[in-house]
């Protein structure tokens, strides 16, 4: 057995416990079955645990902390004649990059403004779907499609809709009246940003319908006959039955799609490369950027910020979502 | 049951094997493969070189190429991770901009004595021997063209548009341009270049307008030690080349780079694109102009009435990585002689490196001939040389670019432009002293 | 069961959902048309919703430009192979993460967060090194090992929740009958995840299809290519050619969406079925 898999899942680490059903653990005492540590109990676990782990450390983790490096180096392809360590000269060289600002505010609003409307949209459709109708099936499969497009490919799909020359979308919304001329969409920074978060918008509401659907799916009728027997409006009823019984779901969801969206370059890097003037520029297209300039160290820096801001994001998150889970209950 | 995990096992198995197993880099009877890998990828050069490829292995039945070519914007990094990895390289395209750092890494076999009493060399004009050793004399590349700018432009547009003939400086091209720009119909006068590599249109404008002060032998230099950005000259010209994007250019030419604007010219829409020779091969395969609807004129002068032409160059070397330096010597030897050299040149449309070009009908006609025209008179078309080779010539493209794009959407001045490049290149000179 | 709709609420609802089709699969239908005009008309303004002349040109000067068959067969098999391995993977570690509480858990689950937060340009660098190491760059058993890595995380926590949701007596049964675990797993698990393993093997097909950067770094021959490897060449090399573009885009979307049309059912049966109770 390999090293790697004994050292996170042997069996002197492990105790293996038979698992309560999920529901019950919850609300009654842990414990009740807890069966005795077996040396066949670990071994199977490591034995099933070992081809993830093996495969996840060797091309994943591996490869990320011999880059993490790399950031407390001085390590410039244009120049390798000296890759000295350099302390933390690389983030300094980062927070004190003019463009840092910018590419900051600009997460900030990618993350937002995609992750709102796609979680609104996503919520209506599911909630939409959920009642049968015919051809439900084929309309499930038009708007699901999306998702199975790649962001590189949705970034040049847009890029040559929002062209400003020969693009639909400015003809279109000349015919509509709505403009005179043809907007430059990705030649002004403001302009270029919306027609991203369009973009976005459009690729990631499937997961959200998705999702939430299953989850929808998943909540017992009796409670909605109870509701309405209550007399409950739709309104309570969304609020007070169907969003509690789904928040897991919600709340995962939420916070798998920040950590995606957030690291999730290639739609920008499709439709504006960042540009014009760095200005569509998020954290991870930027450091896309600075590895084609060679300078390894910077980027690598940036990389470990991202890493260490999402961390420290899912657990503020995970906290403020608990809590208010303990309130309800 | 056991039987179905098993077969899942076995067909992964089988699957993975099937897929593997095909970088062999040399077999049994004793045939080399080289990895020979390209930087200025596109597609028409691509299927040239397999041509050529396999010309070379027909004479060197022992001998394979494998022909990488990244897309443009990325190969140079890509050359750059393969060269770092110590393996995987034998030939590769190096040009006047990477030379330097990737020479200075120690990642380039300097092949100075492998070429000593080549023939070669003999059949090569003045400059591309030049181009060929760097400042201590060595050979880390065969040049195999230069790279040159000339006016590409719209026969037809300009005559409907009461013009005679082609812009011969930079202020008729605007009044040109300008009288053709009418976006209410999709037509544009200027294939404006705001994107990648936006500083080398900006300073071939500056060029033109210092043409009489120029350092001929730093062409960002002036003759009294300063740079070209310091004289008032640069001035009108920024102004000049803005009132270019604001009156003759499609707004989103703001993120313009060598794609976007060969695209803009070819696809009917613009009247005018400044650019290398190279791209006569693209725009003649073009669908929606025909050749008698275009040519190229020689590059547009300054108010002095002379331009400098800011020549560039690539060429082929070898990794030192390469286990197979012989091999890759003779295939070099071969791409920069004779009809190797003469057919990339003409077919990917390059300024040769060979002398007998200048015999060659070829190069008189068509959108040829205003290359010879710019050959022939070297005092109207200043032959200077650029300082593409500095070590941090990456870095001043990455700012100069931006700075660029913050004059054209209106976020610099042109004279703060101006003030930063001198500041910058002042600094540099000094620091190199 | 989901209560009455009033009048105003059913056209609300069908107003929207027939926007919302409208919007999704408007840029597919556009891209489909632009593939389809003759070269020269994609340019021609007005701009023409419905082309005049339909023309295959765009596609021929696909497959004369470059070999995008072999690009498709590439993509495919990396795909099918590494999607196919990495549910199987997953399905063993989503078992054993589902069944057993064990101490190094939770900060297994944590490793698998936090590869989805790890910046794919940080270890491009690195895994270059490795996989020259390994003699597996330009390969592709390289990179199908790089995306069974890629994707075993998500698809393990997705897979453990189809797991925590089949009662345990299920198995217990079968391996009272004197079945293995292992045997267990197999016989009785399978066919009643098997909404959730196509879900799963969808989810890790299309990832693995739409992958770009890892395809960029890893492969360096033509002949080795994926579809998006390809279509990034297109978009920075030689000149935007919208045309052969468009055609190349409707190759990339053609597999995929075959693929949807006939799991998308699958897929929310099989979400469902996997969905985490609160």
Same mark, same amino acid.
């Given at each position: 057995m390999p090293a790697t898999s004994a050292t996170t899942t042997g069996p002197k680490t492990s105790r293996p416990v038979r698992k309560q059903a999920a529901p019950r653990a919850r609300n009654g005492p842990r414990g009740g079955r807890k069966r005795e540590f077996t040396t066949r109990r670990g071994l199977l676990i490591a034995a099933f645990m070992a081809p993830a782990a093996i495969f996840v450390a060797v091309f994943t983790y591996y490869p990320m902390i011999a880059g993490s490096q790399m950031a407390f180096r001085h390590w410039d392809l244009n120049d390798l004649t000296d890759t000295s360590w350099v302390g933390l000269d690389n983030f300094h060289r980062v927070f004190s990059d003019p463009n840092w600002g910018t590419v900051l505010g600009n997460t900030g609003t990618w993350v937002i403004g995609s992750i709102v409307p796609q979680l609104v949209i996503g919520f209506a459709l599911a909630l939409w779907l959920r009642r049968r109708f015919r051809f439900r099936g084929v309309y499930q499969a038009l708007i699901f499609f999306p998702w199975a497009i790649s962001g590189f490919l949705i970034g040049i799909l847009f890029r040559w809709m929002f062209n400003s020359e020969f693009g639909v979308v400015n003809d279109l919304l000349q015919k509509a009246g709505l403009i005179d001329e043809p907007v430059a969409w990705l030649a002004d920074p403001h302009k270029a940003m919306i027609a991203v978060l369009i973009a976005n918008t459009w690729y990631g509401v499937t997961f959200f319908a998705i999702m939430i659907l299953a989850a929808l799916q998943s909540v017992p009728d009796e409670l909605y006959e109870a509701a309405a027997l209550d007399g409950a409006g739709k309104a309570r009823t969304l609020f007070q039955i169907t969003i509690p019984y789904i928040r897991v779901t919600l709340v995962l969801t939420v916070l798998l799609r920040v950590i995606w969206i957030f690291n999730f370059p290639d739609l920008i890097f499709g439709m504006t490369g960042g540009g014009p003037n760095n200005e569509t520029h998020i954290v991870t297209t930027w450091m896309i950027k600075i590895t084609q300039q060679g300078d390894y160290g910077k980027a690598s820096a940036l990389g470990l910020l991202v890493i260490a801001g999402l961390l420290l994001f899912t657990v503020f998150f995970l906290l403020a979502t608990r809590e208010k889970r303990e309130v309800r209950s | 049951m056991r039987r179905r995990t098993a077969a899942l096992a076995l067909g992964t198995a089988a699957a993975m094997v099937l897929t593997g197993c095909s970088a062999m880099s040399s077999n049994a009877n004793g045939t080399v493969t080289l990895n020979m890998v390209e930087s200025l990828t596109n597609p028409a050069r691509t299927d040239l070189l397999k041509g050529l490829i396999a010309d070379f292995e027909k004479q060197n039945p022992k001998i394979k190429v494998n022909l990488i070519s990244p897309p443009t914007e990325q190969a140079d990094q890509k050359i750059q991770q393969m060269l770092q990895s110590g393996s995987g390289v034998d030939a590769l395209e190096v040009r006047d901009i990477t030379v330097g750092p990737w020479s200075n890494n120690g990642w380039l076999y300097d092949m100075g004595k492998d070429l000593k009493g080549w023939q070669g060399w003999n059949a090569m004009t003045e400059n591309a021997v030049k181009a060929s050793e760097d400042a201590k004399g060595r050979t880390f590349f065969v040049p195999y063209g230069f790279y040159g700018l000339s006016l590409f432009y719209r026969k037809d547009l300009i005559k409907d548009a009461g013009f005679s003939k082609p812009p011969a400086s930079w202020d008729q091209l605007l009044k040109q341009a300008s009288a053709i720009n009418d976006p209410a119909k999709r037509r544009y006068g200027y294939a404006f270049? @705001? @994107? /990648? &590599? /936006? &500083?080398s249109n900006v300073t071939a404008i500056i060029e033109a307008y210092v043409a009489d002060k120029v350092d001929l032998t730093n062409g960002y230099k002036l003759k009294n030690g300063r740079t070209i950005f310091s004289a008032p000259e640069a001035l009108d010209a920024l102004k000049t080349y803005l009132t270019l994007f604001k009156k003759a250019s499609p707004k989103s030419s703001v993120s313009w780079g060598y794609p976007e604007m060969v695209e803009a010219f070819s696809n009917g829409s613009t009247a005018f694109l400044l650019q290398d020779p190279e791209v006569i091969a693209t725009v003649s395969e073009s669908k929606s102009i025909s050749k008698e609807q275009w040519d190229t004129a020689p590059l547009v002068a300054g108010p002095s009435g002379k331009t400098v032409q800011p020549l560039a160059t690539a060429g082929w070397g070898i990794a030192k990585g390469s286990k197979h330096k012989a091999e890759t010597v003779k295939l070099i030897e071969f791409l920069s002689q004779g009809k190797a050299s003469t057919d990339f040149t003409k077919k990917n449309s390059l300024v040769p490196i060979l002398k007998s070009a200048t015999e060659? %009908?070829?190069?008189?006609? @068509? %959108?040829?001939s205003s290359y010879v025209t710019m050959t022939k008179h070297p005092d109207t078309y200043l032959n200077v040389s650029q300082p593409r080779g500095v070590t941090w010539w990456s870095e001043w493209e990455q700012k100069s670019d931006a700075d660029v794009q913050k004059m054209v959407i209106g976020k610099m001045s042109p004279k703060e432009l101006l003030t930063s490049w001198d500041a910058y290149w002042s600094k540099k000179w000094e620091q190199e002293k | 069961m989901i209560g009455k709709e009033t009048a105003a609420g059913r056209a609300v609802r069908i107003v929207f959902l027939v926007l919302w089709l409208a919007f999704t699969v408007f840029p597919l239908y556009w891209i489909l048309i632009t593939s389809l005009k003759a070269p020269g008309d994609i340019f021609s303004f007005p701009l023409a919703y419905w082309p005049e002349h339909f023309s295959l040109e765009n596609y021929r000067e696909l497959f004369n430009k470059a070999d995008f068959g072999t690009y498709l067969t590439n993509s495919l098999i990396v795909a099918t192979v590494a999607g196919a391995v990495a549910t199987a993977i997953s399905m063993l570690s989503a078992y054993v993460l589902a069944r057993f509480e064990f101490r190094t858990k939770s900060a297994l689950l944590t490793a698998a967060l936090v590869t989805q937060m790890i910046p794919a340009f940080i270890a491009l660098g690195p895994l270059y090194l490795l996989m020259t190491d390994l003699k597996l760059v330009d390969n592709r058993l390289g990179l199908i090992l790089v995306y069974i890595a890629v994707c075993i995380p998500f698809c393990t926590v997705m897979l453990r929740g189809f797991f925590e949701n089949i009662p345990d007596a299920l198995e217990e049964a079968a391996m009272i009958d004197g079945l293995s675990r292992f045997s267990a797993l197999f016989r009785v698990l399978l066919p009643v995840m098997r909404p959730g393993i196509v879900a799963a093997f969808i989810f890790n097909f299309v990832n693995c299809w739409n992958e770009l950067f890892l395809s960029v770094t890893l492969m360096n021959s033509d002949a080795n290519k994926t579809v998006p490897t390809a279509l990034n060449g297109f978009i920075s090399s030689f000149n935007i050619d919208w045309g052969s573009m468009s055609a190349a885009a409707v190759f990339t979307i053609l597999p995929t969406m075959v693929l949807f049309a006939f799991a998308s059912r699958h897929i929310v049966q099989g979400l469902t079925s996997g969905a985490v109770k609160g």
């Amino acid at each position: 057995m390999p090293a790697t898999s004994a050292t996170t899942t042997g069996p002197k680490t492990s105790r293996p416990v038979r698992k309560q059903a999920a529901p019950r653990a919850r609300n009654g005492p842990r414990g009740g079955r807890k069966r005795e540590f077996t040396t066949r109990r670990g071994l199977l676990i490591a034995a099933f645990m070992a081809p993830a782990a093996i495969f996840v450390a060797v091309f994943t983790y591996y490869p990320m902390i011999a880059g993490s490096q790399m950031a407390f180096r001085h390590w410039d392809l244009n120049d390798l004649t000296d890759t000295s360590w350099v302390g933390l000269d690389n983030f300094h060289r980062v927070f004190s990059d003019p463009n840092w600002g910018t590419v900051l505010g600009n997460t900030g609003t990618w993350v937002i403004g995609s992750i709102v409307p796609q979680l609104v949209i996503g919520f209506a459709l599911a909630l939409w779907l959920r009642r049968r109708f015919r051809f439900r099936g084929v309309y499930q499969a038009l708007i699901f499609f999306p998702w199975a497009i790649s962001g590189f490919l949705i970034g040049i799909l847009f890029r040559w809709m929002f062209n400003s020359e020969f693009g639909v979308v400015n003809d279109l919304l000349q015919k509509a009246g709505l403009i005179d001329e043809p907007v430059a969409w990705l030649a002004d920074p403001h302009k270029a940003m919306i027609a991203v978060l369009i973009a976005n918008t459009w690729y990631g509401v499937t997961f959200f319908a998705i999702m939430i659907l299953a989850a929808l799916q998943s909540v017992p009728d009796e409670l909605y006959e109870a509701a309405a027997l209550d007399g409950a409006g739709k309104a309570r009823t969304l609020f007070q039955i169907t969003i509690p019984y789904i928040r897991v779901t919600l709340v995962l969801t939420v916070l798998l799609r920040v950590i995606w969206i957030f690291n999730f370059p290639d739609l920008i890097f499709g439709m504006t490369g960042g540009g014009p003037n760095n200005e569509t520029h998020i954290v991870t297209t930027w450091m896309i950027k600075i590895t084609q300039q060679g300078d390894y160290g910077k980027a690598s820096a940036l990389g470990l910020l991202v890493i260490a801001g999402l961390l420290l994001f899912t657990v503020f998150f995970l906290l403020a979502t608990r809590e208010k889970r303990e309130v309800r209950s | 049951m056991r039987r179905r995990t098993a077969a899942l096992a076995l067909g992964t198995a089988a699957a993975m094997v099937l897929t593997g197993c095909s970088a062999m880099s040399s077999n049994a009877n004793g045939t080399v493969t080289l990895n020979m890998v390209e930087s200025l990828t596109n597609p028409a050069r691509t299927d040239l070189l397999k041509g050529l490829i396999a010309d070379f292995e027909k004479q060197n039945p022992k001998i394979k190429v494998n022909l990488i070519s990244p897309p443009t914007e990325q190969a140079d990094q890509k050359i750059q991770q393969m060269l770092q990895s110590g393996s995987g390289v034998d030939a590769l395209e190096v040009r006047d901009i990477t030379v330097g750092p990737w020479s200075n890494n120690g990642w380039l076999y300097d092949m100075g004595k492998d070429l000593k009493g080549w023939q070669g060399w003999n059949a090569m004009t003045e400059n591309a021997v030049k181009a060929s050793e760097d400042a201590k004399g060595r050979t880390f590349f065969v040049p195999y063209g230069f790279y040159g700018l000339s006016l590409f432009y719209r026969k037809d547009l300009i005559k409907d548009a009461g013009f005679s003939k082609p812009p011969a400086s930079w202020d008729q091209l605007l009044k040109q341009a300008s009288a053709i720009n009418d976006p209410a119909k999709r037509r544009y006068g200027y294939a404006f270049r @705001g @994107g /990648a &590599n /936006a &500083n080398s249109n900006v300073t071939a404008i500056i060029e033109a307008y210092v043409a009489d002060k120029v350092d001929l032998t730093n062409g960002y230099k002036l003759k009294n030690g300063r740079t070209i950005f310091s004289a008032p000259e640069a001035l009108d010209a920024l102004k000049t080349y803005l009132t270019l994007f604001k009156k003759a250019s499609p707004k989103s030419s703001v993120s313009w780079g060598y794609p976007e604007m060969v695209e803009a010219f070819s696809n009917g829409s613009t009247a005018f694109l400044l650019q290398d020779p190279e791209v006569i091969a693209t725009v003649s395969e073009s669908k929606s102009i025909s050749k008698e609807q275009w040519d190229t004129a020689p590059l547009v002068a300054g108010p002095s009435g002379k331009t400098v032409q800011p020549l560039a160059t690539a060429g082929w070397g070898i990794a030192k990585g390469s286990k197979h330096k012989a091999e890759t010597v003779k295939l070099i030897e071969f791409l920069s002689q004779g009809k190797a050299s003469t057919d990339f040149t003409k077919k990917n449309s390059l300024v040769p490196i060979l002398k007998s070009a200048t015999e060659d %009908p070829f190069y008189k006609t @068509g %959108p040829w001939s205003s290359y010879v025209t710019m050959t022939k008179h070297p005092d109207t078309y200043l032959n200077v040389s650029q300082p593409r080779g500095v070590t941090w010539w990456s870095e001043w493209e990455q700012k100069s670019d931006a700075d660029v794009q913050k004059m054209v959407i209106g976020k610099m001045s042109p004279k703060e432009l101006l003030t930063s490049w001198d500041a910058y290149w002042s600094k540099k000179w000094e620091q190199e002293k | 069961m989901i209560g009455k709709e009033t009048a105003a609420g059913r056209a609300v609802r069908i107003v929207f959902l027939v926007l919302w089709l409208a919007f999704t699969v408007f840029p597919l239908y556009w891209i489909l048309i632009t593939s389809l005009k003759a070269p020269g008309d994609i340019f021609s303004f007005p701009l023409a919703y419905w082309p005049e002349h339909f023309s295959l040109e765009n596609y021929r000067e696909l497959f004369n430009k470059a070999d995008f068959g072999t690009y498709l067969t590439n993509s495919l098999i990396v795909a099918t192979v590494a999607g196919a391995v990495a549910t199987a993977i997953s399905m063993l570690s989503a078992y054993v993460l589902a069944r057993f509480e064990f101490r190094t858990k939770s900060a297994l689950l944590t490793a698998a967060l936090v590869t989805q937060m790890i910046p794919a340009f940080i270890a491009l660098g690195p895994l270059y090194l490795l996989m020259t190491d390994l003699k597996l760059v330009d390969n592709r058993l390289g990179l199908i090992l790089v995306y069974i890595a890629v994707c075993i995380p998500f698809c393990t926590v997705m897979l453990r929740g189809f797991f925590e949701n089949i009662p345990d007596a299920l198995e217990e049964a079968a391996m009272i009958d004197g079945l293995s675990r292992f045997s267990a797993l197999f016989r009785v698990l399978l066919p009643v995840m098997r909404p959730g393993i196509v879900a799963a093997f969808i989810f890790n097909f299309v990832n693995c299809w739409n992958e770009l950067f890892l395809s960029v770094t890893l492969m360096n021959s033509d002949a080795n290519k994926t579809v998006p490897t390809a279509l990034n060449g297109f978009i920075s090399s030689f000149n935007i050619d919208w045309g052969s573009m468009s055609a190349a885009a409707v190759f990339t979307i053609l597999p995929t969406m075959v693929l949807f049309a006939f799991a998308s059912r699958h897929i929310v049966q099989g979400l469902t079925s996997g969905a985490v109770k609160g």
